[in-house]
């Protein structure tokens, strides 16, 4: 899938960078033992892992413990360099739920050694896609709920209210170092309760708004 989907619009969007924000939230930095960051972290992953909904992620054989992390995504409408905070939201052309999926080991191994994590974080199958829906019908993205429930048991919950860093800030801080362009699709970072997902899990994740509709929606088998 490299194609990004707005809800109730035939406007389609080759997907360019996918951009992750690294402990966006002050709980999941602290169950990884890391500092809450003074600015974003990033990094990127190919749009070659992107699956959509109901797809299957493969986890790779150099990886014992794959990790799920659900995360709001955003997609840009369109793109731009220097972009002033003031700006920054009227580049977003919808909202979505996303899994960065990681092979903690790997990252673990990654970290220790200090070589980057491409691999743990950008496989086949490692970013989980869903549906955009359109900007302009969410009136706070910085109010939405995201949720992810591993074989019916909730594993990760909390609210984009709680991010350390907000959209505008994000895309205002990375454009001023990589030019940002139309399709391009944001993760903006998990919050706690990160866990393993084995072969036979289904992970489904949901961004819903504050009265609790859905907003977006994945379904995703682990192979
Ligand atoms: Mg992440």
Not at 85 to 110: H, K, N, S, W
Not at 144 to 150: I, K, R
Not at 183 to 204: Q, Y
Request: charged residues 20%; aromatic residues 8%; neutral net charge.
């Amino acid at each position: 899938m490299r194609t990004a989907l707005l809800q109730g619009s035939t406007e389609q969007f080759e997907i360019r960078k996918i951009i992750c924000i690294g402990r966006n939230y002050a709980d999941h930095a602290k169950e990884m033992n890391a500092e809450v960051p003074k600015a974003p972290v990033f990094f990127l992953k190919p749009p070659t892992a992107i699956i959509g909904n109901g797809g299957t992620i493969i986890i790779p054989p150099i990886s014992d413990d794959l990790h799920h992390e659900v995360e709001m995504t955003f997609l840009l409408g369109k793109g731009g360099r220097n972009i002033a905070p003031a700006d920054a939201m009227e580049y977003v052309a919808g909202y979505g739920i996303g899994l960065d999926m990681t092979l903690r080991d790997v990252q673990a191994e990654a970290k220790k050694k200090g070589l980057p994590w491409t691999l743990a974080k950008g496989f086949d199958t490692s970013a989980p896609l869903s549906s955009f829906v359109p900007a302009a019908t969410v009136p706070d993205p910085h109010a939405l709920n995201v949720m992810l429930a591993v074989n019916g048991t909730i594993r990760q919950q909390s609210s984009t209210r709680n991010f350390i860093f907000k959209i505008d800030t994000l895309i205002s801080y990375i454009s001023q170092f990589i030019t940002l362009e139309p399709g391009d699709i944001f993760f903006t970072g998990t919050p706690e309760g990160v866990a393993r997902a084995v072969s036979g899990d289904k992970l489904e994740a949901t961004l819903s708004s504050s009265t609790g509709k859905t907003l977006a929606a994945l379904s995703i088998q682990v192979r």
